[in-house]
């Protein structure tokens, strides 16, 4: 009986995906220390920060692409790795640079710090406008937590 338990409980364990570290290597990869496991995602991308939900399971990376578009160089990417789900990526490209990313209490939302605003929907990855109704110097919009000093890191503060 105790056999079965344990069994059931490491399967929900195993998909419960929880970063417990994150590795900054060189400029363009990341190493996620995750169920007694480490992982290397590798980007086409020079990281300029990088932020991890309290929950642990989704990270979203920014930086300049490594091969620059001359039609628009400042150019952004924003990059979604889902943990929980086989570290699925989601890539978007913004064309103005980013400066911090905040997760929205309570929604599967993601605030994009430009000098627009965008929100990152987490479930699908879609970019949507920031309306006037949303106050982004209003700390209490995002989630608060005690978070791993490795979960958060900007090149450019």
């Known amino acids: 009986m105790n056999l079965i338990i344990s069994t059931i409980a490491g399967f929900f364990i195993s998909f419960n995906a929880y970063a417990s570290g994150v590795t900054l290597n060189g400029t363009d990869s990341i190493t996620v220390d995750i169920n007694n496991h480490t992982k290397t995602l590798k980007f086409d991308t020079v990281i300029n920060g990088y932020s991890v939900k309290c929950s642990g399971d989704k990270i979203i990376l920014w930086g300049k692409p490594k091969i620059i578009n001359e039609g628009n160089p400042q150019d952004t990417n924003v990059i979604l790795v889902d ?3 086989r570290y699925k990526k989601i890539e978007k490209s913004v064309s103005e640079g980013v400066f911090s990313i905040d997760f929205i209490k309570g929604k599967d939302l993601a605030y994009i710090g ?3 605003g965008l929100f990152l929907n987490l479930a699908n990855g879609n970019l949507k406008p920031v309306g006037s109704e949303f106050d982004p110097t209003d700390d209490n919009n995002f989630e608060t937590c005690k978070k791993n000093s490795s979960w958060e890191f ?3 503060p």
Request: overall charge neutral; cysteine-free; glycine content about 0%.
């Open 154 to 156: 900007n090149r450019y």
């Open 83 to 85: 943990l929980d789900h």
């Open 114 to 116: 430009t000098n627009q």
